[in-house]
């Protein structure tokens, strides 16, 4: 299913909203330099990978930067522009239409475990746009 893998990407357009630019999945490569930026703050231990805990802690991040309203879940309106309707339903488990932390959280872990090609448990820059263009095709 095409709709699963898109998660990640979803996330790190999340995240250039952190920075106050929205974008779609096509322009994260384009517009590397946002991306890098936020994988650097959140690279905690300065290794050049994200591991599961710093890609959670990012994660984290991004979900409650766009709960603006502090609602402790997503809405289609909290995520507009850079997720589908049939995207949030996807990942949405209870089916209620409040992605929670918890939903988002595994949909982009499935994806994290995906884009991890040698399964050492982090991710390079390099994984993460191999994954990003893989998706897109």
């Known amino acids: 299913m095409r709709k699963r893998p898109i998660v990640l990407i979803v996330a ?5 909203g952190f ?19 936020r994988f650097h703050a959140h690279d ?14 990012w994660m984290i ?6 709960d603006k309203d502090h609602k402790g ?4 309106e909290d995520v507009r522009g850079v997720m589908t309707a049939e995207t ?7 089916g209620d239409g409040k992605l929670s932390l918890q939903e988002f959280l595994n949909a982009t872990f ?3 475990a995906a884009a991890d090609v040698n ?11 191999a994954y990003i263009k893989k998706a897109g095709k």
């Not at 949030?88 to 209870?94: D, E, G, M, P, V």
């Open 12 to 16: 790190i357009v999340l995240t250039l």
């Open 19 to 37: 920075l106050g630019t929205l974008a779609l999945a096509q322009t994260v490569i384009q517009g590397q330099g946002d991306w890098k930026e």
């Open 44 to 57: 905690s231990n300065k290794d050049g990978r994200i591991d599961r805990a710093e890609f959670q802690e």
């Open 61 to 66: 991040d991004v979900f409650y930067f766009r």
């Open 73 to 76: 879940y997503l809405v289609l």
């Open 88 to 94: 949030l339903k996807a990942i949405n488990r209870k």
């Open 110 to 112: 499935q994806d994290f």
């Open 119 to 129: 399964q050492n448990g982090s991710l390079t820059m390099e994984e993460i746009e």
